[in-house]
C-alpha cells in the first residue's frame, strides 16, 4: 500500500471516528454536567455526598481504562468493545435519570460500558500509525474536537431540561443521539477492525471463550461498582490508593520493559504532568459547580446561565481550537523541534494563569456574588491548557512507548483521568459550605484558587527544568559518545 492510499484509508478512519466520538460522548457530557446539582437538588442527597459520589463516578469513568488496557485486543476487539460499551451506556441513563431508586445500578452500568470502550477508540488510532508518525496528533486533535463538540450536545441538553427541573425528557434525548454512534460504528465496522492486536490473531473458537470470559469479569465488576458508588464517601481515600499504586506499578512495568529508557522516562514526567492537570481541571464538575451556583450572579452578560451551560465555553473552544492548534504545532515542529514536552510546559502555564480571575473576581465583589464573567475567563484559559496537554498526551502514548505495551500504558493514561476525578473531589471536599455562608464559603474559595495556582505554577517550572536537564544529559552523552568514536 503505497504512501497516499495508507493515508486516505487513516483519513477514512478518522472521519468515522469523528462522529462516533461525537455521538457517543453525549451520555458522559450529560452525566458530568448535571449529576452533582441533580443529586443535591432533586433526589436531596447531601453536598459531601454528591460531591463524592459525582468525584468517584468520574474516577471510576476513567480509571477502570486501566483494566480495560489489560483486556481489550485480548478478550473483545476494540470496535466490538466500542459498540458493546455504547449500549451499555444507552441503558443505565433511564436508570439514573427516570427511576431514582436504580441510581446505584444505573452508574455501575454506565461505568461498565466506559470499561468496555473509553480506551477503544483511541487504540484504533493509535495502531495505524508509526511511533515517528506525526499526522497521528492530528489525528487526535480532531477525535478529541468531536469529543467535545459531544460534550457541547450533553451540556445543553442538561443545561436546558435543568432550568426545566425535568431530567426524564432529556436523558430520552441523550439516548436517541447515542444510539447514532453505535449505528455509525456498524456500519464502518470493516474499516475500524484490529490490525495488531492479539485479538485479531485469535481463532473464532478462542474469541467466543474469550467473550464469556468478559462477560463474567463485567458481572463481577457491576456489582462491585455499585457498591463502590453506595458507599462513595467511605471508599474514595481506599480508591486513591488504589489507584496510585496502580498508577506508580504501571509506570514502573513500563520502564523495566521499555527498549528506549529515555522515552520511558519522558513518558513518566509527561503522566505525572497530565495527574496534575486533570486533578485541578474536574474541579469543574464538583467544587467550580458548587462555586458557580452558589457563589456567583447566576447571569451572563445579563443572560441567566445554569452551570450545565458554561462547561460550552470550554467545547466550543475546542472544537475550533484544536484544528488550529494542530496546523501551530506542525509548523513548530517543524521549525522549532517541538516535542509534547514543550506542549506540555506551555499547557500548564495556561492553567497556572486560570485560577487568578477566580481570585480577583472573589476580590472585587468584596467576598460577595462574583460577576460570572471571571468565571468564563477561567473557563477560556482553562481550555487553552486543554488544547496543549488533553490530545497531546494521547498521541505521546504512540510516541514514546513500545508498540506491545500501547495497549495497556493506553488504559493507564485514560486512568489518569479518573484519578485525577478522584483527587478533584477531594479537594473540593475542603470548602464546607455551612448554611450557605456566603461570606465565609467566599474566603475559602479564595484561599484555595491562590494554592492551586501556586501549585501548578511550580509544576510548570519543575516540568521545564526536566527538559533542560534531559537536553543538557543528551548532549553530554553525545558528545562522550563522539570522543570515543574519535
Known amino acids: 500500500?503505497?504512501?497516499n492510499s495508507s493515508f486516505a484509508m487513516k483519513r477514512d478512519v478518522a472521519v468515522s471516528l469523528f462522529f462516533i466520538r461525537i455521538f457517543s460522548s453525549i451520555g458522559f457530557g450529560f452525566l458530568y454536567s448535571s449529576l452533582a446539582l441533580f443529586l443535591i437538588k432533586n433526589l436531596h442527597y447531601s453536598e459531601p455526598f454528591a460531591l463524592a459520589f459525582t468525584g468517584i463516578f468520574i474516577a471510576l469513568h476513567y480509571s477502570l481504562s486501566i483494566l480495560s488496557g489489560l483486556i481489550l485486543g485480548r478478550w473483545i476487539s476494540y470496535i466490538n468493545?466500542?459498540?458493546?460499551?455504547?449500549?451499555?451506556?444507552?441503558?443505565?441513563?433511564?436508570?439514573?435519570?427516570?427511576?431514582?431508586?436504580?441510581?446505584?445500578?444505573?452508574?455501575?452500568?454506565?461505568?461498565?460500558?466506559?470499561?468496555?470502550s473509553s480506551a477503544a477508540m483511541n487504540m484504533v488510532i493509535t495502531e495505524r500509525f508509526e511511533p515517528q508518525d506525526q499526522r497521528r496528533e492530528r489525528i487526535f486533535m480532531w477525535n478529541y474536537a468531536?469529543?467535545?463538540?459531544?460534550?457541547?450536545?450533553?451540556?445543553?441538553?442538561?443545561?436546558?431540561?435543568?432550568?426545566?427541573?425535568?431530567?426524564?425528557?432529556?436523558?430520552?434525548?441523550?439516548?436517541?443521539?447515542?444510539?447514532?454512534?453505535?449505528?455509525?460504528?456498524?456500519?464502518?465496522?470493516?474499516?475500524?477492525?484490529d490490525i495488531h492486536s492479539e485479538y485479531a490473531r485469535y481463532a473464532p473458537r478462542t474469541k467466543t471463550i474469550n467473550f464469556f470470559k468478559l462477560l463474567g469479569c463485567i458481572v463481577i465488576f457491576g456489582v462491585v461498582i455499585k457498591e463502590v458508588l453506595f458507599y462513595s464517601i467511605q471508599t474514595s481515600w481506599l480508591l486513591i490508593v488504589c489507584l496510585t499504586i496502580a498508577f506508580l506499578a504501571f509506570l514502573i512495568f513500563n520502564f523495566i520493559k521499555s527498549q528506549d529508557k529515555k522515552n520511558a522516562l519522558i513518558f513518566i514526567a509527561?503522566?505525572?504532568?497530565?495527574?496534575?492537570?486533570?486533578?485541578?481541571?474536574?474541579?469543574?464538575?464538583?467544587?467550580?459547580?458548587?462555586?458557580?451556583?452558589?457563589?456567583?450572579?447566576?447571569s451572563l452578560f445579563g443572560v441567566q446561565t445554569p452551570p450545565a451551560w458554561l462547561p460550552n465555553i470550554n467545547s466550543i473552544l475546542i472544537i475550533f481550537g484544536a484544528p488550529l492548534i494542530g496546523l501551530l504545532f506542525k509548523k513548530m515542529d517543524a521549525?522549532?523541534?517541538?516535542?509534547?514536552?514543550?506542549?506540555?510546559?506551555?499547557?500548564?502555564?495556561?492553567?497556572?494563569?486560570?485560577?487568578?480571575?477566580?481570585?480577583?473576581?472573589?476580590?472585587?465583589?468584596?467576598?460577595?456574588?462574583?460577576?460570572?464573567?471571571?468565571?468564563?475567563l477561567t473557563y477560556v484559559l482553562l481550555s487553552m491548557s486543554e488544547l496543549f496537554i488533553g490530545p497531546v498526551g494521547f498521541a505521546a502514548v504512540g510516541q514514546?512507548?513500545?508498540?506491545?505495551?500501547?495497549?495497556?500504558?493506553?488504559?493507564?493514561?485514560?486512568?489518569?483521568?479518573?484519578?485525577?476525578?478522584?483527587?478533584?473531589s477531594k479537594l473540593s471536599s475542603l470548602i464546607v459550605i455551612t448554611g450557605h455562608d456566603l461570606h465565609q464559603s467566599n474566603r475559602q474559595f479564595l484561599v484555595l484558587f491562590m494554592w492551586l495556582f501556586l501549585f501548578s505554577m511550580l509544576s510548570c517550572i519543575g516540568l521545564y527544568c526536566f527538559k533542560v536537564f534531559s537536553a543538557a544529559r543528551a548532549k553530554k552523552m553525545l558528545a562522550i559518545i563522539r570522543n570515543v568514536g574519535i
Request: aromatic share 16%; charged share 5%; glycine share 10%.
Open 1 to 3: 500500500m503505497n504512501h
Open 81 to 116: 468493545a466500542l459498540i458493546f460499551g455504547t449500549l451499555l451506556q444507552i441503558l443505565s441513563l433511564p436508570l439514573i435519570y427516570a427511576y431514582p431508586t436504580a441510581l446505584f445500578w444505573g452508574g455501575s452500568i454506565f461505568l461498565l460500558g466506559s470499561l468496555s
Open 146 to 193: 468531536g469529543m467535545n463538540l459531544g460534550n457541547i450536545l450533553g451540556f445543553s441538553i442538561a443545561g436546558y431540561f435543568q432550568l426545566l427541573n425535568n431530567f426524564k425528557d432529556a436523558s430520552g434525548i441523550a439516548i436517541a443521539l447515542m444510539l447514532i454512534s453505535v449505528i455509525i460504528c456498524i456500519l464502518f465496522r470493516s474499516k475500524l477492525c
Open 270 to 298: 509527561l503522566a505525572v504532568s497530565y495527574l496534575l492537570f486533570w486533578s485541578l481541571y474536574f474541579l469543574i464538575p464538583t467544587g467550580l459547580t458548587i462555586f458557580i451556583n452558589y457563589n456567583t450572579s447566576g
Open 335 to 376: 521549525k522549532y523541534g517541538w516535542t509534547p514536552v514543550h506542549k506540555f510546559i506551555v499547557g500548564l502555564f495556561y492553567l497556572a494563569i486560570a485560577f487568578l480571575p477566580l481570585d480577583a473576581g472573589i476580590l472585587l465583589a468584596h467576598l460577595q456574588l462574583v460577576n460570572l464573567a471571571w468565571v468564563a
Open 400 to 424: 514514546y512507548v513500545d508498540r506491545n505495551l500501547q495497549s495497556s500504558m493506553t488504559g493507564l493514561w485514560i486512568g489518569i483521568l479518573g484519578f485525577g476525578g478522584l483527587i478533584a
